[in-house]
């Protein structure tokens, strides 16, 4: 996804843009010598402990999807964006909440398929700590909390889709240090192990949490 260089207003206002769902600019993930599980994958960064991990994988228990673009790769998933995850999934594919909350903000009127920037559909959900997750470019009226609502964690929140700046159906994940804020980088308990992040081409399993 791509942001203006205003993003904290542009995301609390909804004008975000969104990202392309390719794989291309894709980062160096080589290891350096850095040592297995402390910054060796492209964002050169420690990643935050998988199994105290308060996320669980965005979708449903059984389903398995492709990281479509990972961590730290060029254009839309770097600089504030730097830690968002895309998973390829089919147009309509359930999304859960990552993590319990309440949903702060709520866009699903936008047509699929528009191509355009800012006209995403998403959902964004507060937690207990001020951190925040958004879910991305979800189908029209593809919502299934309202606003204010309180979620639990793996609760169905809305149906995925590919609205907004976004070149194929895909789910763009994001949590961000409060509303409007940063990326952090994260892992999900629910899954195989992932020491840097989540990798970009592979795919990973939602498992019980
Ligand atoms: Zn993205």
Redesign the pocket.
């Known amino acids: ?1 791509r942001r203006s260089p205003s993003t904290a207003v542009a995301a609390l206002l909804g004008l975000l843009a ?2 392309g ?1 390719g794989s291309d600019g894709r980062g160096d993930d080589a290891g350096d010598g850095f040592g297995a599980g402390f910054g060796s994958g492209p964002c050169q960064v420690a990643f935050p402990a998988q199994a105290s991990s308060p996320y669980v994988l965005p979708y449903a228990v059984g389903m398995s999807y492709v990281v479509g ?1 990972g961590n730290c790769t060029d254009g ?2 770097s600089e504030d964006q730097q830690y ?3 998973f390829d999934m089919p147009i309509g594919t359930t999304v859960v909440a990552a993590r319990a909350g309440s949903v702060i903000q709520v866009e699903d009127r936008f047509a699929e398929n528009n191509d355009t920037p800012g006209e995403e559909n998403f959902i964004v959900i507060e937690h207990a700590d001020g951190t925040v997750a958004g879910y ?1 470019h979800l189908t029209q009226g593809g919502a299934a909390v309202a606003l204010d609502a309180t979620v639990a964690q793996g609760e169905a929140i809305g149906r995925s889709g590919n609205t907004g700046d976004s070149s194929e159906p ?1 789910l ?1 994940f994001e949590v961000l240090d409060q509303p409007g804020g940063d990326t952090l980088p994260v892992t999900f308990r629910n899954t195989r192990a992932h020491p840097e992040g989540l990798v970009e081409g592979e795919s990973y399993e939602a498992g019980a949490s």
Do not use: F, I, T
Request: proline residues 0%; glycine residues 8%; aromatic residues 16%.
């Open positions: 996804m969104a990202c769902g673009q839309s998933h968002a995850y895309d991305y895909h763009h």
